[in-house]
Structure formats: structure tokens, C-alpha cells
């Protein structure tokens, strides 16, 4: 004869176990960018006049007339900083062409432009401890004697990422 065991449903509970898992996230904050002639990001660059058999030149830690972007994004993280290209055509109305040479360099206080480094392409720049990062950009525009009087414009970009 086999003996009959008997289990109650309060045994049964008594064998159940549970564990917990946390959860969480970490949300980077937005990333912003806004240039010393607004917030558009333009940035605007502007040689003046210049005549042919010139170089017109914007030096990006001495000049007034470098463009100033400020990043704002996570404090203390690395970031790419890139540039469009570092050579942008100039065309005047008539499809006549320059090409401008850009020179950018970085720093976390806004008052380091003299001492600013020097920026490339895909480089890592690295936010302030309060996520804030400045670019001052400036370049030359050689301009060769066959060059046609006229108003020359182009454009560049400066993109950031968090890496």
C-alpha cells in the first residue's frame, strides 16, 4: 500500500519566492546652438570690402568679427563638432566663385578666445561642467586679380553630436 501525502495550498505558498529588478534611465538634455548674430545659427561672417590681389582674413581668436556659437547640452560630455567643410565656394549673381577657408577654435569660457584651440572636423570637443562649449569661427578668402567686382556669398554649418 502507498501512503497518500497531503499538501495543503499554504505549503504551496510557502515555496514561492520573488526578486525585484530596478530600472532606470538616463535622459541627456537637448542639445542647442545659437550664433553671436541670433539664434537662426547663422553666424554670420563678414570681410567687408577687399580688394583684388588680397587675402581678406578673419582670425577666429583675435577678431570681433569671428562668428561666436555657443553650445549648450550635458555638462562635462564629449560631443563631435563638425563642419560642413573647411573650404565653402562664395558665388556672386553671376555664378562667379571664391573660395573661403574656415579656421574654428573652441573653448569652454567664453573670454578663452585668444587662447581658444584649434578645432577639426569629427573632432571631440568636451562641454563645461556647466554644458556650456564656445566656437569662433573665422577663415581667409584669397582673392585672385581676375575676380569679378560683386557681392560673394556661401554658407557653412556647424553640427554637434553627443558621441
Known amino acids: 500500500m502507498v501512503p497518500l501525502m497531503l499538501v495543503s495550498r499554504a505549503a504551496e505558498a510557502q515555496i514561492s519566492l520573488s526578486a525585484k529588478a530596478t530600472i532606470s534611465l538616463s535622459i541627456l538634455p537637448a542639445i542647442s546652438i545659437t550664433s553671436s548674430s541670433g539664434n537662426d545659427g547663422a553666424g554670420d561672417l563678414n570681410f567687408g570690402l577687399a580688394i583684388v590681389n588680397t587675402t581678406a582674413s578673419i582670425d577666429p581668436h583675435t577678431s570681433s568679427s569671428a562668428s561666436l ?95
Not at 578666445?113 to 572636423?121: D, F, I, K, V, Y
Not at 564656445?134 to 560673394?152: E, K, L, N, Q
Request: glycine share 12%.
Open 69 to 163: 556659437f555657443t553650445i549648450s547640452a550635458g555638462a562635462d560630455m564629449p560631443m563631435t563638432a563638425s563642419f560642413s567643410s573647411p573650404a565653402v565656394t562664395l558665388t556672386d549673381s553671376l555664378g562667379n566663385k571664391l573660395s573661403f577657408s574656415l579656421l574654428a577654435v573652441g573653448a569652454q569660457v567664453s573670454s578663452s578666445q585668444q587662447t581658444a584651440a584649434q578645432l577639426t572636423s569629427g573632432g571631440t570637443i568636451t562641454m563645461s561642467g556647466s554644458g556650456v562649449y564656445y566656437v569662433w569661427i573665422g577663415g581667409t578668402v584669397a582673392v585672385p586679380s581676375s575676380a569679378a567686382g560683386g557681392t560673394y556669398t556661401g554658407y557653412f554649418h556647424l553640427t554637434v553630436a553627443y558621441q
